[in-house]
T-cell receptor, first 113, second 108 residues
Framework: DTEVTQTPKHLVMGMTNKKSLKCEQH?????MYWYKQKAKKPPELMFV???????INESVPSRFSPECPNSSLLNLHLHALQPEDSALYLC????????????FGPGTRLLVL | KNEVEQSPQNLTAQEGEFITINCSYS?????LHWLQQHPGGGIVSLFM???GKKKHGRLIATINIQEKHSSLHITASHPRDSAVYIC??????????FGTGTRLQVFP
């Protein structure tokens, strides 16, 4: 199983809503990532979890709150988002070691109204 | 100047043509990745290179560490190859540095 799954595929939310994005992998990978991608731009790193601990936070606003409940699961909790937060949110995972391939999920397309 | 530069930014080709996408980087790296993203879709990792050359089907990736340059070649291109191809480098950290991507369209 070399798959990273993400749910939901699409999400529309208002600025006062609270929602969560979910990412799952069963490859035994110990590093998991959240990226944000705007149209026609490369992905921007948001967070990295390594061995279930937050290792990198790229100065992301607190309205985005990551959570890693176990080694297979990564959540991104969303609250009070702005329309400019509309984007494709990608999850990725890789095994430990910097020369390992990152496996990306299909993404969640988020629209904030 | 970006640390990872790709050329061309946009590329159109007729089906069957040989395609080359280039990536140059200005930092020390532990590995270089070629990624593919179809419109509206997730990202697929095509290759990870730290030296030499790799081949998978019609795709070939090469890297020259001394010149800090990599190329992705597609032989006998097909409309289904239409996608954005992204070069990214890793530096012994958890982070990747991404290029801006090359948008490829292959027409039948």
């Amino acid at each position: 199983d070399t798959e990273v799954t993400q749910t939901p595929k699409h999400l529309v939310m208002g600025m006062t809503n609270k929602k969560s994005l979910k990412c799952e992998q069963h490859m035994g990978h110990r590093a998991m990532y959240w990226y944000k991608q705007k149209a026609k731009k490369p992905p921007e790193l948001m967070f990295v979890y390594s061995y279930e601990k937050l290792s990198i936070n790229e100065s992301v606003p607190s309205r985005f709150s990551p959570e890693c409940p176990n080694s297979s699961l990564l959540n991104l909790h969303l609250h009070a988002l702005q329309p400019e937060d509309s984007a494709l949110y990608l999850c990725a995972s890789r095994n430990s070691g910097s020369r390992e391939t990152q496996y990306f999920g299909p993404g969640t397309r988020l629209l904030v109204l | 100047k970006n640390e990872v530069e790709q050329s061309p930014q946009n590329l159109t080709a007729q089906e069957g043509e040989f395609i080359t996408i280039n990536c140059s980087y200005s930092v020390g790296i532990s590995a270089l990745h070629w990624l593919q993203q179809h419109p509206g879709g997730g990202i697929v990792s095509l290759f990870m290179l730290s030296s030499g050359k790799k081949k998978h089907g019609r795709l070939i990736a090469t890297i020259n560490i001394q010149e800090k340059h990599s190329s992705l070649h597609i032989t006998a291109s097909h409309p289904r190859d239409s996608a954005v191809y992204i070069c990214a480098v890793g530096q012994n950290t958890d982070k990747l540095i991404f290029g801006t991507g090359t948008r490829l369209q292959v027409f039948p």
